[in-house]
Nanobody, 128 residues
């Protein structure tokens, strides 16, 4: 059974950086796409970034492009989300997700309904 455990959230000020981690277990992740989503209070969950574990292709929401970087560490079975130049509007619960398919183009991985596994989430709060 695939398990995803996020960590690294916290309270920071605008302009600061934060790195989220997603420790993955229970699967052959070279065959997976890993994604990060977020949900702000009163809003729907939205796509942030995704990475094809084996090929390394990355995808980003326009709102985070140039500020956030998704990466994976094969040895540690961990996916990271490096968040720089944080803004108050980045405040949300951030979720790690996984789907056992690398066959599709980027837009497929933008949809939360296409992911099979989810972590419990980690809170990121950015103060102004």
């Amino acid at each position: 059974q695939v398990q995803l455990v996020e960590s690294g959230g916290g309270l920071v000020q605008a302009g600061d950086s934060l790195r989220l981690s997603c420790a993955a277990s229970g699967g052959t992740f070279s065959r997976y796409v890993m994604g990060w989503f977020r949900q702000a209070p009163g809003k729907e969950r939205e796509f942030v970034a995704a990475i094809k574990w084996s090929a390394g292709n990355t995808y980003y929401a326009d709102s985070v492009k140039g500020r956030f970087t998704i990466a994976r560490d094969n040895a540690k079975n961990t996916v990271y989300l490096q968040m720089n130049s944080l803004k108050p509007e980045d405040t949300a619960v951030y979720y790690c997700a996984a789907v056992a398919s690398t066959a599709y183009g980027g837009s497929y991985y933008y949809r939360e309904g296409n992911y099979d596994y989810w972590g419990q989430g980690t809170q990121v709060t950015v103060s102004s």
